[in-house]
């Protein structure tokens, strides 16, 4: 094993690690995280065993093993970018409802207060 | 316009329920950063309608508190939403408040309150759930040759992907009656809300009519409304939704 092997194995193993702790959700959590194992796995043995990275390649019909990775990558890559722009976005959407009721609620307060000091102000009546 | 030193003082007794007076109507104002002319857009507004809300979309130019003075209710977003947000947190705010009408104006000072009026009338007159304000079907409006060829695009596009037949798609000034508001659940924060309003007025199926406005071009609006780079975006809203 070289030192690079090495290096990269930790970093796999780090990431795993990181990716396990982080992944929330009840039901579909263990099958992430095993997911996540496999993955783990799959990228030690392809560190360990270049070669054997390359026979998969080849039974797709790539030539070589490096350039299945790159492709590989490259579409995790965007499946990691859509799901990061589309938990943006529902973060996004509750952040605006929740600002929403804060400006609401907020301003059912004071009319409240004015309409107290006020009477004949009816319309300020919260739900 | 003329009455404007008809100054308002405030939060005193409203009348509500009474057509007359407009006591039913709720002005909605999406307010960003509108500090030098909102009092005087308020104060236009008050004597024909009692009920006006300013959305302070996380103004930084302190335009909340002078709509506040000017008499209109204020309900403040605490963070910056987008004026499609600032729309939906007034309609909410308008339901509330048991209104009958909603009418969307904006902060700029670019619609007229007589044409508002004629809008509310004819809702009422013609038992209509939406009336659009359109630049388009009169010549009192002087667009630009840009604008006017974006602004056409941007309807042609809209009406393609709605089930409605309209001129100008978007015109910040409408009314709404609350049969209909209460089936409005604007999503998109940004400016693209024009087209969604659309979308899902066009959904309920209920009456709507657009009648001819005019869209007073002010050397302030010019300054600070829309470029049309922000039409671009217009149309790629409109495309990817």
């Known amino acids: 094993m070289t030192v690079f092997q090495f290096l990269l194995i930790l970093g796999i193993v780090v990431v795993a690690t990181l990716a396990i702790g982080f992944l929330r959700g009840e039901r579909s959590l263990a ?20 070669a054997a990275l390359t026979i998969v390649a080849n039974f797709f019909g790539i030539g070589r ?11 995790g890559g965007l499946l990691f970018a859509v799901a990061t722009v589309r938990a943006k976005a529902r973060t996004d959407a509750r952040v605006t409802q929740l600002a929403r009721a804060v400006a609401l609620m907020e301003a059912r307060l004071l009319e409240g207060q004015t309409s107290q000091t006020n009477t004949s102000d009816g319309i300020g009546d919260p739900e | 316009m003329t009455e404007a030193s008809a100054a308002p003082t405030g939060h005193e007794a409203r009348p509500v329920d009474s057509q007359q007076t407009n006591g039913d109507v709720w002005v909605v104002i999406p ?16 004597p024909s309608f009692p009920n006006v809300v300013c959305i302070d979309d996380g103004s930084t130019d302190g335009g909340g508190e002078i709509a506040r003075l000017a008499g209109s209710r204020i309900v403040s977003h605490p963070i910056n ?28 000072g670019q619609h007229r309150v007589e044409d508002a009026r004629a809008m509310v009338q004819r809702a ?11 630049r388009f079907l009169d010549d009192r409006t002087q667009p630009g040759f840009l604008k006017k060829l974006v602004l056409k695009t941007a309807v042609t596009v809209t009406n393609w992907t709605t089930k409605t037949r309209l001129t100008d798609a978007h015109n910040g000034l409408r009314v709404i009656r609350e049969d209909a508001l209460r089936r409005i659940h604007l999503k998109q924060d940004r400016m693209a809300h024009g087209t969604e309003i659309i979308v899902q007025l066009g959904r309920t199926g209920l009456p709507y009519a657009e ?30 939704r």
């Open chain 2, 124 to 134: 009422r007159e013609e038992d209509l759930a939406i009336v659009f304000g359109s």
């Open chain 1, 31 to 50: 099958i992430k995280r095993i997911l996540a194992l496999l993955a783990a796995f799959a990228a030690i043995l392809a560190i360990l065993f270049p």
């Open chain 2, 211 to 240: 009648e001819p406005v005019e869209v007073l071009y002010t050397e302030y609006s010019k300054a600070k409304g829309q470029s049309l780079l922000n039409s671009v975006n217009i149309l790629i809203d409109l495309i990817i």
């Open chain 1, 65 to 75: 093993g490096a350039d299945l990775l790159l492709y590989v990558s490259i579409i």
């Open chain 2, 81 to 108: 939403l987008g004026q499609g947000a600032a729309l939906q947190t007034g309609f909410e705010y308008a339901i509330e408040r048991h209104a009958k009408y909603v009418i969307t104006f904006d902060a700029d």
């Open chain 2, 31 to 46: 307010l960003y950063n509108e500090a030098t002319v909102i009092a005087s857009v308020i104060s236009d507004l008050l």
